[in-house]
């Protein structure tokens, strides 16, 4: 993955995301977020103005020459077109426009009362588009084990190690990010530490089934010749592993088990352990809440719409729950 330092990109928008990483506390891939929306901002801004060759490949357009001076003629209704055109051009779906717009307000709001260089805020009337709330896809009990059986069939140099990305996945629900970043020294007694968004710390406890596929992992992980010595999964490079190569690692063995590859992701184990836990560990809510790493208890409360016979079990246990029936059926023999 490029660093931001190997992009070009005008002062004011590096200012920018220096103020974001190192002020408030940014990771640096949401930092990279910021960075990618705004420069399609900046590009559609150019060519909205007639300031790009209009036959040029959007993705080749400069933004280099973006400044203060232009950024102050934009308007509300500037800010719609472009939210028009990506979703129009882009296909962006309501979260990613959803996105953009946040990440507009907190660019212009950075411009008007931190850096002084706006005296008004065109985002200030910006509306986010309305996002439709859908259930998380996840794997049931079956398609989880036989997920992980399908390591074993697939001959290569790497299985113990993928098998050992996988029950972490199911077991833990940590993210893509999190899981590439455990190093060594993250494991102790048991407990995995990682770094989640807004560089958070916390704990994950190690069931019996991660204890025993990261010790089977450290028999044979590689030892002479490591670029990343702390890292605890390394590829094939001898480096750490990236995010790209466990999506694909991933995708691998979901087709090898039978599974939809196009429905399937690293995101959706991260919901089948959520799930799992939830529906099978009388898991407090909050709880869960500490151990998937969500900011809000919002986030969270979608795994207790998962499991609508829970809830047909909850209401038909309430001590009232046959109290109309029974008075009516009485009120029949009086009659």
Known sequence: MKSLTDYEMPDILRDFLNYLQTIKGKSINTVQVYFYDLRVFFRFLKLHR???????EFDEIGILDVDAALLRTVTLSDL??????????????????????ASLK?????LNTKAKLLDTNPTGELESPKIIKRLPRYLNV????????????VEGPNSVRDYAILTIFLNCGIRLSELVGINLSNIKNNTLTVIGKGDKERSIPLNNACVQAIAEY?????????????????SGHKQRISKESVQKIVKKYIKEAGL???????????????????????VDIRALQE???????????????????QL????????????????????????
Request: net charge positive; no cysteine; aromatic share 10%.
């Open 142 to 153: 079956e398609e989880s084990k036989k997920l992980l059986t399908s390591v074993s069939t």
């Open 218 to 234: 450290m028999k044979v992980r590689p030892v002479n010749g490591i670029k990343d010595k702390n890292a605890l999964f390394i």
């Open 312 to 335: 047909r079990d909850a209401v038909s246990k309430n001590p009232l729950a046959d109290f109309g029936s029974s008075e009516s059926a009485m009120t029949k023999e009086d009659e």
């Open 291 to 309: 151990l998937l790493g969500h900011q809000s208890i919002a986030t969270t409360e979608i795994y207790t719409h998962l499991d609508q016979q």
């Open 106 to 110: 907190t660019f212009f709001n950075y």
């Open 260 to 282: 939809d590859p196009q429905r399937y992701s690293t995101h959706k184990l991260r919901h089948t352990a959520a799930t799992l836990m939830y529906k099978y560990g009388n």
């Open 80 to 101: 719609y077109s472009y939210m028009s055109f990506v979703s129009n051009n882009r296909d962006n779906t309501s979260h990613a426009r959803a996105r953009k717009v």
């Open 50 to 56: 007639n300031l790009a060759d209009k036959k040029m």
